[in-house]
């Protein structure tokens, strides 16, 4: 009988439903307890998702007995605070993404769960769908030939009440945290870091990027185009082009729902490749494999490794480093 893993969610905001909600998906888990800045908001989350107990601010929650991991869920500009504040109570932790606001925040939080030997992860859950692990088993197998470009775009424009995170730089605000993150992630996934970067964006009125372009040059002579915006609405789709075959994701590429689709060589060789449906949002997948490690004793997850979010982090930074 598999031991049940015992989770907190720390922020009850629209992640955190969607994640509480898959959460009841996965055999061997339990919701044990919930802390939002607002009473009612927790105590409303905690009945929706069968969590024994809510609290009205964060540091309670850290208290609570036997808690196996806390789920982070604030906006970026806080996972810094928020995770040193889990690890310091000694609590593992699946931080959302962004991880944090820049690479040096990344490594004094993994520093510290490595220290405490506490299991921290970020949670890329796009790397744990079904889509993502297809696309790059397609790559491995070598049915693309030689990848010479990543073409992605993600752009919506956000809807009124427009949560203060996505313009506000001090929650870590602008389109290449929030949205771009993905199309670098799968560009890093896919090629590498890159050997050079060329980028510009576009300023909101509050200073962060409300579009981005981003070009990754590689001294093999391939390319990552990647587009975001939260000024229009973009097809949200990617390419990965080889030079013996090309693979398209859409729609909404980054989710456990998306269709990938192999190309031979022009439209109408288009095939389509079988994806395992998934249940609920997607989120189980990453939520099933943090409970695996925890019940391995893992301070580190195999697959989503601190490696990942370092080089993450710091090719964010390198973008905005030449944004000045
Ligand atoms: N993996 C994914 O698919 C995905 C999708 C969307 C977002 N995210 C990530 O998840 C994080 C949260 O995004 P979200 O869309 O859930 O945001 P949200 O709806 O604004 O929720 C964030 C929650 O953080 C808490 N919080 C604490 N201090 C805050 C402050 N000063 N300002 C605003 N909120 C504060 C609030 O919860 P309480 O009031 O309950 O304390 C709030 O509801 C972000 O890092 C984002 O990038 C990931």
């Not at 990027?209 to 070009?215: G, P, S, T």
Request: with cysteine; glycine share 8%.
């Amino acid at each position: 009988m598999e031991r049940t893993i015992n989770w907190g969610i720390l922020g009850c905001g629209k992640i955190a439903h969607k994640f509480a909600s898959d959460l009841l998906l996965v055999n061997h888990t339990k919701l044990l307890a919930v802390a939002s800045r607002n009473k009612s908001n927790a105590a409303d989350f905690a009945s929706k998702y069968g969590a024994n107990m809510s609290y009205d601010n964060y540091e309670a929650l850290l208290s609570h007995p036997g808690i196996d991991v806390i789920y982070v869920a604030t906006p970026h500009g806080l996972h810094h605070e928020h995770v040193m504040h889990c690890l310091q109570y000694g609590k593992a932790v699946l931080c959302e993404k962004a991880f944090a606001l820049n690479s040096n925040q990344a490594k004094q939080m993994i520093d510290t769960a490595r220290e405490k030997k506490l299991f921290l992860m970020e949670a890329f859950w796009s790397k744990f769908s079904p889509p993502f692990i297809t696309m790059m088993q397609q790559i491995r197998e070598g049915r693309l030939g030689e990848i010479k470009s990543v073409l992605a775009n993600f752009g919506f424009i956000p809807q009124p009440p427009v949560a203060d995170r996505i313009f506000d730089p001090a929650l870590g605000g602008g389109t290449l945290l929030d949205i771009g993150i993905y199309n670098v992630f799968y560009a890093l996934s896919v090629l590498g870091k890159p050997d050079m970067i060329e980028t510009s964006m576009t300023p909101a009125s509050t200073g962060v990027d409300e579009q981005c372009a981003i070009l990754f040059k590689y001294n093999s002579g391939a390319f990552a185009q990647l587009f975001s915006s939260f000024t229009t609405q973009l097809p949200t789709e990617m390419f990965i082009n080889g030079d013996r075959g090309r693979i398209k994701i859409n729609s909404r590429f980054y989710t456990a729902n998306a269709v990938v689709e192999f190309y031979l060589g022009f439209m109408d060789s288009r095939e389509l490749i079988p994806i395992a449906e998934t249940q609920g949002w997607g989120y189980h997948y990453e939520a099933t494999h943090v409970n695996e490690c925890l019940r391995k004793g893992l301070t580190e997850s195999p697959v989503m490794t601190h490696a990942d979010t370092l080089l993450l982090m710091e090719t964010l930074d390198r973008i905005r480093e030449k944004w000045k």
